[in-house]
């Protein structure tokens, strides 16, 4: 696991819970923001510092600007979140939102490096459609073809046949099932 600072940001608060006084009615907890933390020690003291020292935490909720569940559960691993800021802080702010997709698709921090090992090989980049891409696909591909479809005729794509091989994110970034 990286243990140093990061260049990038991630973007990831998280609000934790002392348990045993939520348990106990008082709410004691506090957010903490991992952009500001220098290393994962620094995390680390930094939710002693907001959960009072607690000996178990609760995650209450968390904020990212991926818009996506990241799929942290209710009892985090700090070693697993601090791991996904790091490697989100590495992943070039243009991807971030194509690899946070990606994530969640696949059930968030439990598959983290899973993804991170395939995600780059299985995405296509960002489209309208589903059918927008498999269209440029073909047309990249079959050029010759494209070219000498007659005037009037247009060229169709079967897009239930794609699905089978390909997903879209709901943001629109395109990825290969295989």
Same mark, same amino acid.
């Given at each position: 696991? &990286?243990?140093? /600072? ?10 934790? @819970? ?8 008082? &709410?004691?907890? %506090?957010?903490?923001? &991992? ?5 994962? $020690? ?11 020292? /607690? ?5 209450? %909720? ?9 799929? +942290?559960? $209710? ?12 490697? &989100? ?9 194509? +690899? ?12 983290? $490096?899973?993804?991170?090992? $395939? @995600? ?6 960002? @489209? ?7 269209? %440029? +696909? ?7 073809? +494209? ?32």
């Amino acid at each position: 696991m &990286l243990l140093t /600072a990061t260049a990038g940001r991630s973007t990831i608060s998280i609000h934790f @819970w002392n348990l045993a006084e939520y348990v106990g009615g008082n &709410l004691v907890g %506090d957010w903490v923001d &991992l952009d500001e933390c220098v290393d994962f $020690e620094d995390f680390q003291r930094k939710v002693m510092e907001a959960t009072k020292n /607690a000996e178990e935490l609760i995650l209450g %909720d968390y904020e990212s600007e991926f818009g996506v569940d990241l799929g +942290f559960g $209710e009892y985090p691993n700090l070693d697993t979140v601090w791991e996904l800021h790091t490697k &989100l802080s590495e992943i070039d702010e243009d991807d971030r939102d194509a +690899f946070a997709d990606y994530l969640a698709y696949h059930g968030g921090v439990s598959y983290l $490096e899973s993804a991170l090992s $395939e @995600w780059q090989d299985r995405y296509c980049g960002r @489209w309208n459609s589903l059918e927008d891409y498999a269209l %440029d +696909f073909a047309s990249d591909v079959y050029s010759e073809f +494209f070219k000498n479809v007659p005037p009037g005729f247009m060229v169709e794509v079967d897009t239930a046949a794609w699905e089978c091989d390909h997903w879209i994110s709901d943001n629109g970034h395109v990825f290969r099932c295989f």
